[in-house]
């Protein structure tokens, strides 16, 4: 198509990137004859000057939409044609000076269309949902320690260690042979705080703070090892 919209034409010599640029052989409409042209690509337009530097706006572009790319036959060239397919659609014959260049330009604007970019959206969608449905022993890093479950206790659970310190505190205050001779004689029992205190809290607590220390202990080390 000849250019005639203006934006068109500020966006092709604008700064924006360039997704690649050269010189082709253009087999023309009318005239069957190749002309050098410099062919500009950026994102799914293809634009082609006189040379390159020396116009202001392009001569025309190429939109890279329901096309194909397709090798074309040719002695003299290494050709290729960008084909629409439908009625009354023209096909660009392009030429290269040599097969690598055929190849660079044949893949650039295979990979220039909306749909392609739509088919590789999809497949980095795709890949992505893979590696978050992985197991997490994946994404651990290799040779990365792996610290180990982080386990509570309740100190209040040491019941041998509790009841042998308070049998002990018990007996030193006499309270156990009180309390049986209360027990066959029916009396009620009364204790003081300070008593019961004596008698359960402070072992309670004993085991509670060596139980802290110990956690906050591992804590630190836990900490370390994360740095």
Same mark, same amino acid.
Request: proline share 1%; hydrophobic share 40%.
């Given at each position: 198509m000849r250019i005639n919209d203006k934006n068109l034409s500020a966006f092709a010599v604008s700064a924006t990137p360039v997704?690649?640029?050269?010189?082709?052989?253009?087999?023309?409409?009318?005239?069957?004859?190749?002309?050098?042209?410099?062919?500009?690509?950026?994102?799914?337009?293809?634009?082609?000057?006189?040379?390159?530097?020396?116009?202001?706006?392009?001569?025309?572009?190429?939109?890279? !939409?329901?096309?194909?790319?397709? +090798? *074309?036959?040719?002695?003299?060239? %290494?050709?290729?044609?960008? /084909?629409?397919?439908?009625?009354?659609?023209?096909?660009?014959?392009?030429?290269?000076?040599?097969?690598?260049?055929? !190849?660079?330009?044949?893949?650039? +604007? *295979?990979?220039?269309?909306?749909? %392609?970019?739509?088919?590789? /959206?999809?497949?980095?969608?795709?890949?992505?949902?893979?590696?978050e449905d992985a197991p997490s022993s994946l994404t651990q890093a290799v040779g990365s320690p792996v610290p180990p479950p982080r386990q509570r206790h309740n100190p209040f659970n040491k019941i041998d260690s509790t009841n042998h310190q308070r049998s002990q505190s018990m007996r030193s205050t006499g309270r156990i042979d009180e309390t049986q001779r209360n027990a066959e004689s029916g009396a009620k029992l009364t204790t003081t705080f300070w008593e019961l205190h004596n008698a359960y809290g402070r072992p309670i607590l004993t085991d509670y703070n060596a139980w802290k220390h110990v956690q906050r202990k591992r804590d630190q080390e836990h900490n370390l090892i994360s740095f």
């Open positions: 997704d690649k640029e050269g010189y082709l052989f253009k087999k023309g409409e009318v005239n069957k004859n190749f002309q050098k042209r410099y062919f500009l690509l950026k994102g799914n337009l293809l634009f082609y000057f006189e040379k390159k530097g020396s116009d202001k706006e392009p001569i025309g572009v190429v939109i890279l !939409e329901g096309c194909t790319i397709e +090798l *074309a036959e040719d002695d003299e060239l %290494y050709c290729f044609k960008i /084909v629409f397919h439908g009625t009354n659609n023209r096909s660009y014959v392009l030429g290269a000076d040599s097969q690598e260049a055929m !190849e660079q330009w044949m893949k650039a +604007l *295979a990979c220039a269309g909306y749909d %392609y970019m739509k088919l590789m /959206v999809a497949e980095l969608q795709r890949q992505l949902a893979d590696i």
